[in-house]
């Protein structure tokens, strides 16, 4: 009887010290969120000349602390801007001292920028976020979204990954978190490690428990790549890949067209699968190409399945696009841009389109239309904002420009554009870049 005693006390205590040993492994929540608000700031971006789909006015959002020393700050490019744009932090329970901070990098894929502020303008007590770099996000997992939504600061709402999918060519943490308006561009934490694994992003309309996170392992790479001094831009393989549904597939659907008298030997076909870079591990999707292209220029060896059989194809890379490098004309109260082509089939419209028009100004009242493409300005037809700019100068003060525009066609089912002529006194006149402040 006393060993049978002895024997179920011993059973009772075993049981006893397994929860115990759990929860000492398990990151304290409050202490984790104590360390969240020291690396967690807001961002606050203002734009008054926007490319388009941006629009003019003040936006919030919250951004989370990566390098004490260097200033380095993640959030989102929505709430950071590929416009022209000023940029400020505030940090702490700073309602109203906002500091201007610097876009060191902003994405021409992820929905991803990068912030500097000058080292002596965080607290003493501010600490760097932990990044989930090799962490294997898995469904079921516990996360906190952290951010400051609708104005109220701090505010932590807890939940689990849903999936971890891919939505068009990126890969998001999905989670039943709810992410609202000024959480954009916080830390998605886990709840397990207390490490940082996502980047809060959107929440689907109409949709309420679907809140989405960019995948913080396909930052990390940007991250160390500026770190090294080196451009993570994302190239582009010149090649349209195959969708099955809303997702993009490693299999070739079309290569772009390439100029007469251009060897095509050597380069993607249609059908070929990508399986990874020579010497890589193998890619199973267009998000893993996409980040393990960062970095590479020129030209890169790819191990493609073409008609069943493994062959190695050597395939010329069209550099990425950085935005904020993106140039713009302000001229008479509208915003004019470079078009962003990569397809030399679509280079035969004309290369510059009006992203912005200012209501009240003289652009307004001619007759543009914002997506109006500029195929002529006093006769001729330009190829880059640059060289409209230093036409315009050359022209006599308040000289009269005739200016010749595509539009796409809303009502005739016969044709998909339309052209307009308006004759425009030329007044203010600004070249600018995306990288400039608003």
């Known amino acids: ?19 115990v040993a759990a929860q000492q492994a ?6 984790m969120l104590g360390q969240a608000q020291r690396f967690t700031v807001k961002v606050r971006g203002t734009v008054v000349w926007p490319f388009a789909p941006e629009q003019a006015g003040t936006g919030l959002g919250t951004g989370f602390i990566i390098d004490k020393e260097k200033g380095w700050i993640l959030t989102n490019a929505h709430v950071a801007k590929k416009s022209p744009s000023t940029v400020e932090i505030a940090v702490g329970d700073a309602e109203n001292e906002w500091i201007p901070v610097e876009r060191v990098f902003v994405d021409n894929h992820l929905d991803l920028a990068v912030l500097k502020v000058a080292r002596d303008k965080l607290p003493e007590d501010a600490v760097a976020a932990k990044l989930g770099c090799t962490l294997n996000v898995k469904q ?9 939504p609708i104005s109220l600061s701090f505010t932590a709402t807890r939940g689990i990954v849903s999936s971890v999918r891919t939505m068009g060519a990126q890969e998001y943490v999905q989670m039943d978190a709810n992410i609202n308006p000024g959480n954009s561009g916080g830390p998605l934490i886990s709840a397990e490690t207390s490490e940082v694994i996502g980047i ?20 990390c790479p940007v991250v160390d790549l500026l770190a090294a001094g080196a451009d993570p831009s994302v190239p582009t393989v010149p090649v349209y890949w195959l969708k099955q549904g809303r997702i993009e597939t490693l299999t070739v659907a079309a290569p772009y067209p390439k100029p007469a008298g251009v060897a095509q030997d050597g380069e993607l076909k249609a059908g070929d699968t990508v399986q990874g870079i020579v010497g890589g591990p193998k890619i199973t999707s267009v998000p893993d190409l996409f980040a393990a292209l960062r970095g590479k220029r020129d030209r890169v060896k790819l191990t493609v399945l073409r008609d069943g059989k493994p062959q190695e194809i050597n395939v010329a890379l069209l550099p990425g696009k950085p935005p904020l490098k993106r140039q713009a004309l302000i001229m008479s109260g509208l915003l004019v841009s470079d078009r962003q082509f990569l397809d030399l089939a679509d280079s035969v419209l004309p290369p510059l389109r009006i992203e912005f028009i200012k209501p009240g100004e003289p652009a307004a009242r001619v007759g543009f239309q914002a997506g109006d493409m500029l195929d002529q300005v006093g006769g001729q037809r330009f190829n880059t904002v640059a060289d409209l700019h230093d036409w315009l100068k050359t022209r006599p003060a308040n000289d009269k420009i005739s200016v010749f525009v ?16 308006f004759d425009m006194q030329i007044g203010e006149l600004r070249l600018m870049s995306a990288g400039d402040g608003g």
């Open 1 to 19: 009887m006393y060993r049978l005693r002895s024997l179920l006390l011993a059973t009772a205590a075993a049981c006893v010290s397994i929860p």
């Open 26 to 31: 398990t990151p304290d929540l409050g202490a």
């Open 140 to 148: 079921g997992a516990t996360v906190v979204a952290y951010g400051h």
């Open 200 to 219: 809060n992003t959107l929440n689907i309309p109409g949709a309420p428990g679907l809140g989405l996170a960019i995948a913080i392992r396909h930052v």
């Open 406 to 421: 595509r539009r796409g066609a809303g009502f005739d089912p016969r044709v998909v554009a339309e052209y307009h002529r």
